[in-house]
Nanobody, 124 residues
Framework: QVQLVESGGGLVQAGGSLRLSCAASGLTFSIYHMGWFRQAPGKEREFVAVISRSGAGTSYADSVKGRFTISRDNAKNTVYLQMNSLKPEDTAVYYC?????????????????WGQGTQVTVSS
């Protein structure tokens, strides 16, 4: 079956960096746009970033633009999220997800496969 497994979360001080990874199995990885979402306690899940099937196209939430970078390695069936200049408001559970939409998807309902999430905590 399809599995998306995130890793790389943890506790970091404000201004620090983390790199999240999401390893996919059980699907033809290269035909899916891959996205990252996050959910903080008491808040709805929100879009963070998405990358196209080939990796040529990306889109980011305004809140992370210029600080986060999404990338993928189709040979390794893995998508990454490099997070720099982290802020306490970035604290959340981060999820990777896969979509087969025609355009880069930014809404959670457009994604059909989800990982279990990895916790990112940024201390002030």
């Amino acid at each position: 079956q399809v599995q998306l497994v995130e890793s790389g979360g943890g506790l970091v001080q404000a201004g620090g960096s983390l790199r999240l990874s999401c390893a996919a199995s059980g699907l033809t990885f290269s035909i899916y746009h891959m996205g990252w979402f996050r959910q903080a306690p008491g808040k709805e899940r929100e879009f963070v970033a998405v990358i196209s099937r080939s990796g040529a196209g990306t889109s980011y939430a305004d809140s992370v633009k210029g600080r986060f970078t999404i990338s993928r390695d189709n040979a390794k069936n893995t998508v990454y999220l490099q997070m720099n200049s982290l802020k306490p408001e970035d604290t959340a559970v981060y999820y990777c997800a896969g979509a087969r939409t025609g355009v880069l998807a930014t809404a959670a309902y457009e994604y059909i496969y989800w990982g279990q999430g990895t916790q990112v905590t940024v201390s002030s």
